[in-house]
């Protein structure tokens, strides 16, 4: 069946440009998670989903970025005035339902580079 | 804090020959431990996680792994390595309570297995 799907795959944007990255979970997954992967590194949570509602943002690095799933479905995360240090990789993730042993299924990312 | 450990950044291995990856955490309570593999250009895929219960955990492609309490360690094996396991690895551990499902991850760890 459909994985996760994310768009685009690679984005490249002058600094302070906007960008928005889209992410269709797997159909019926109720729990989506967006991550930062900085070159070199292990991913970093930055926000939570169950169905609509945006349970967790504590993991956003600053009020430029922002996020929402308005059907409890597709997600898009939005970063305003981009800067250099938001270049890495946008990873988002889906879980089947809210307990937190169901394990996260991950998309290919979108590749953020800010010149 | 909490925070996850890998302490090897790359681990050779020759064909054939047992692997093991390391892992250690540091959170309190009984956290949820997961492993993940990434390819190159490819999202994370799920490997296999330690819920409760049986402390050797065997998961996708012959991978297993075992929880020790006493140790704060979850290290991921495979009696016979194959070219194609050559991948970096991830350890992640979903803390206990909260409202969200948040992983944490550890930095990566790149198995490398030699033909």
């Known amino acids: 069946g459909a994985g996760v799907s994310q768009s685009p795959r690679y984005k490249v944007a002058k600094r302070g440009q906007d960008v928005a990255l889209r992410c269709d979970p797997i159909s019926g997954h109720v729990s989506l998670f967006w991550y930062q992967q900085a070159l070199g590194q292990g991913p970093e949570f930055l926000t939570y989903?169950?169905?609509?509602?945006?349970?967790?943002k504590s993991g956003l690095p600053s009020d430029r970025f922002f996020a929402e799933r308005p059907e409890g479905s597709v997600s898009t995360l939005k970063i305003q005035r981009t800067q250099q240090e938001d270049s890495a990789v946008y990873l988002c993730a889906s879980s089947f339902g809210t307990v937190s042993s169901y394990e996260q299924y991950f998309g290919p990312g979108t590749r953020l580079t800010v010149t | 804090a909490q925070s996850v450990a890998q302490p090897e950044d790359q681990v050779n291995v020759a064909e054939g020959n047992p692997l093991t990856v390391k892992c250690t955490y540091s959170?309190?309570?009984?956290?949820?431990l997961f492993w993940y593999v990434q390819y190159p250009n490819r999202g994370l895929q799920f490997l296999l996680k330690y819920i409760t219960g049986d402390n050797l955990v065997k998961g996708s492609y012959g991978f297993e792994a075992e929880f020790n309490k006493s140790q704060t360690s979850f290290h991921l094996k495979k009696p016979s390595a194959l070219v194609s396991d050559s991948a970096l690895y991830f350890c992640?551990?979903?803390?206990?309570?909260?409202?969200?499902?948040?992983?944490?991850f550890g930095t990566g760890t790149l198995l490398a297995v030699q033909p």
């Open positions: 959170v309190s309570g009984n956290p949820y």
């Open positions: 989903f169950q169905n609509e509602a945006q349970l967790d």
């Open positions: 992640a551990v979903r803390p206990p309570g909260g409202a969200t499902n948040k992983l944490i």
